[in-house]
Structure formats: C-alpha cells, structure tokens
C-alpha cells in the first residue's frame, strides 16, 4: 500500500503524498500504488509503453491503450471508451508498471481487451462527471424504496454512474436467485438510463460501504486489502479461538480475513508441540489433554483415575497439572516403550514452570485510582438514641433534692 504521488521535501521527492488525503490522485487509498518504475530511464530508441490503469469508483480497475502517445501522469482524469458511450476515470499507474501488472492479471499486451483511451477529460466531462457523482445517493436512496414496494429479497449496496450519464450499474448482494426485470424497467422509466444489475459478494459490500472493526481500526478489506481469502473455522481452532460466531464473523456476517493473518505463525509453533489426541500413561492412570498455551509451550492435562472416572466436563480446572511441551513428548517415548512414569510432572519440570516472570510499571504508576480520594464515611447518628438521654437527663434533674 502506497501513495503514488511525492512530496518534496528540501529538494527530495519522498514516497508518499503526505498530504493528508488531499493529493491529487483522489485520496491516500487502497487504490493507489507507488510508481517504484518511475525513475527508470528507458533504452536509447524504446518508446514508452502504451497501456495505461484507469481506475473508478470502488475497486474497479481496467487497462486502456493510449494510442494518442498522450502525455499522461497518475492523478489525470481521462476520457475512455465503453460499451455504447465513454466513460471517465483516474489513471493510477503509468509506464512499466504496467506491463508487470498486465503480467500478474494474466493479460496479453496486445489483448481485444484493452480497450482505448479517448482524451483528457475537458472541463465540460468532469462537472458533469461530479454532478453524476453527487446523483447517486439519492438514487441509492429511490431505488432501495422501489425494491421494498415490489418486495424483493435483495440489498442494494451502491450505484455508479457511467462517465456520460447513459448508464448506471447497481449493486446488490442477496442470498438467493432475484427476479428483477420489473425492477429494471422501473429504473429505466424513472432515471432515464441503462440498467445493469450486479451481483457482489458480502466481503465486496463491506469494502465499498467501509467501517470500523472491533478492533477499533478501519476494515481490511476498505483500506488495504484487495484479494479475499478462503477462510474456514479450522483457522481459529488452529489458535486455540473459542467457536463463538458473534466475535469470529465481521461486519459482513463471514469468518474476518485477520484469522488468516497469524495462522503461519500458529501453525509452525504447532509442529513442535505434541498433538492433543495423544493420551499420556502414568502409573496414576491415564491423562488427558485439556488446554494448550502454544507461544508458551505449556500443555494441561486431567488424570483420570481407576476409582472416578471423571469426562471434559467434569474435571476441576485446579486439578489440572501443567506441563511442558519437553515433558510431555517424554513422556509420550515413554509409552512407546511400554514405560509408566510416577507422576506426570518432574520436579525440575515443576520449577521451571512455577517460575513467573516479573512485570514492572515503565509509567510510575503503583494504581489508576492512585488520584482518587478517598470517601469519608458519615457516621450515622441515633436520633432515638439521642432524645431517649436527653429525656433522662431532665428526669434527673427533676429528682435532684434541692439543697
């Protein structure tokens, strides 16, 4: 992820626009990358490489050939061909870039699918491709009412308009087949455009709408990430994750792509720490696996003994005995030679794991209510109590012989 436009800063272009999401290419987003072929001089009699990347709104990326040999820079807005009428974009990369990102897309140079490049927007192309841009919240906004009269099982995420305002593409996600043929003529009627309706998945949908994670940052797939990833619930068994789908989906109601993030890191930690399946043979009886702290190397095991024999849901967490990883593949070449040790823990195993490490404030803080002051209780006062002595105090006045 990276800008592609630079800042000059004491004579030096730096990587990156730095401008706070006001450079020119549109905003420091996913879908800008940095031009790291830009300062390559090319061979004395090459011509320049003549396919470009356009980019539009969402994710929505295309290679058009600039047959014009125009001049062209990241952040120029252009005017390109499309089905029936032309369309505007944003080119993002330009020069041999390109010709790799042809390559990683699997895309021939010469290729029917490279379509051209028009111009330079003009002035005229871009206020009207702005004010195109400014129609369709309420477009959005009409056309959710229509499906909900015709009751139509379907979310509309978004529409885009095309860069001359003939034809718009809309943007739903649904679970099953849509029969939406009078929602199209509806459309057509109404906004006086080609209609084209497309499928997108639940994680295409989150990245266009955008939001915030529960880990309080922006989501993956609206800032950065651009390919998805299978992701399956062995992912979260593999780091020890409890199966709850309230906290493992994400906003788009699948598994969240960071379970992905650390899983290598998990799984080469797992190789070198026996399997949970495996059950260890003591004199005492057999033990069970019960918890596994991997980045620690410690394993928990239940003893289950010949008088009670106790299941997963009966044992008693403090009844578990802790053990590392080394011992318990002892153990297990133990067993394999048909020997029982004593007890599951050794002793020198026993002192290496009560030892715990000792943590220390880098802040100076001995506690967060350290400011706090304390409240003073109110003493509560016994007004019975206090009229009944007051009473008997002028009784006994009253009874005092007088001298």
Known sequence: MGCSTGANT????????RSNGTCGTGGCNKLNVFNWLGDMLLPPGQAPFDVVEVRFKGTRKEFYRNKEKLELKTGDVVAVESTGGHDIGVVSQVGELVRLQLKSKNVMENSDQIRILYRKAKEVDVEKW?????????????????????????????VEFRGDGKKATFYYTAEGRVDF??????????????????????????????????????????????????????????QNLSLNPAKLAGQCG??????????????????????????????????????????????????????????SEQDDASSWIALSAERAKEIIELNKKNQFPVALADKKYVEEIEEE???????????????????????????????????????????????
């Open 10 to 17: 004491g004579g030096q272009t730096v990587a990156g626009c």
């Open 130 to 158: 702005n004010s195109l841009r400014d129609k369709e919240t309420s477009v959005l906004h009409r056309t959710r009412a229509i499906i909900g009269d015709l009751k139509l099982e379907m979310k509309l995420s978004d």
């Open 181 to 238: 043929r009078e929602l199209i003529r509806k459309l057509a009627e109404e906004f006086h455009v080609r209609v084209d309706m497309r499928q997108i998945g639940m994680r295409q949908e989150a990245g266009r709408l955008g939001g915030i994670g529960s880990c309080g940052r922006e989501l993956c797939c609206s800032t950065w990430l651009t390919d998805f990833k299978t992701v399956t619930t062995s992912a979260a068994r593999y």
């Open 254 to 311: 699948k598994l969240k792509c960071c379970l992905n993030y650390e899983l290598d890191s998990y799984m080469d930690a797992l190789r070198d720490i026996p399997s949970s399946d495996i059950v260890l043979k003591t004199e005492k009886g057999r033990a069970f696996h019960r918890k596994t702290d991997i980045f620690k190397r410690m394993l928990w095991y239940a003893l289950e003994t010949e008088d009670e024999k106790r299941t």
């Open 357 to 403: 490490p000792e943590y220390e404030n880098a802040a100076g803080q001995d506690s967060i209510s350290r400011m706090d002051r304390p409240k003073k209780k109110k003493k509560k006062k016994n007004r019975g109590h206090r009229q009944g002595s007051n009473r008997n105090q002028q009784q006994g006045q009253q009874q005092k012989p007088q001298s």
